[in-house]
């Protein structure tokens, strides 16, 4: 191999980090999507409202709340760790309606997005915590799509599962919500670390390529003798 080739290959490393330098931009399309902004207290939760969540409205009837719940939470028997970081959103608050939180992120109409998040559960079902755990996701007040986390039987933990949305954005901004849909005898719904990411397109790949070959060449000149 060649000089000027093995530099052209080291270079392609640094050009991914630009493009995930790229993709992380994108995925700071939600504010506190882990709710680690709003410290609650250890060991105990903060009830929004009449709290509030940076980054985040809340939605629900009047009346209702979620919960921001601090490091280190355990009650009833079972341990409550956060998926990402010390805390997380119980989105069955202390009301146990179809309370939630939303959140408007900048878009581009036309551009596929994949909305990943974590749903957590325990199974409780002669207590209070319920057995399963449902969660709506709204784009733009549209139609709930809902997504369940059955697991954690045998557990007196709370267990993590990832869930994943695509939707297409018509809008430059779009409205995420995310609502309880347990019953009103569970009070225990999770949610920690949503983030939302560019679906990649084919274009985009090309687009990708086409500049490794641009690095590539300049590197090239740079790195030749002087005349
Ligand atoms: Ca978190
Ligand atoms: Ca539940
Ligand atoms: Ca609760």
Redesign the pocket.
């Known amino acids: 191999m060649t000089k000027s080739g093995r530099t052209a290959i080291a270079a392609v490393p640094l050009l991914l980090v630009g493009v995930g330098g790229g993709s992380g931009t994108f995925a700071a399309l939600v504010e506190n999507g882990s709710f680690e902004a709003d410290e609650a207290p250890v060991g105990f939760y903060t009830l929004v409202p009449p709290g509030t969540v940076t980054g985040w409205d809340f939605i629900g009837p009047p009346g209702s709340n979620v ?1 921001i719940i601090g490091e280190n939470f355990s009650q009833g028997g079972f341990t409550f760790p956060a998926q990402e970081g010390v805390q997380f959103i ?5 009301s ?1 309606t179809t309370s939630g939180l939303q959140t408007m992120i900048s878009t581009q109409p036309g551009t596929a997005y994949d909305v990943a998040f974590f749903l957590g559960n325990v199974v409780d079902p002669t207590g ?2 319920g057995a399963t755990s449902t969660v709506g996701l709204q784009i733009d007040g549209g139609a709930a799509v809902s997504f369940t986390n059955l697991g954690g039987a045998g557990s007196n933990m709370l267990f993590w599962e990832q869930k994943s949305h695509q939707f297409v954005a018509t809008g430059s901004s779009t409205m995420l919500a995310f609502i309880n849909m347990d019953p009103s005898s569970d ?3 999770s949610l920690d670390n949503i983030a939302v990411t560019v679906v990649p397109e084919a274009s985009q790949w090309a687009m990708m390529l086409g500049g490794l070959g641009l690095i590539a060449l300049a590197v090239r000149r740079r790195r030749s003798p002087p005349a």
């Open positions: 919960a119980d989105l069955t608050g202390t146990n209070a915590f009070s225990a719904n």
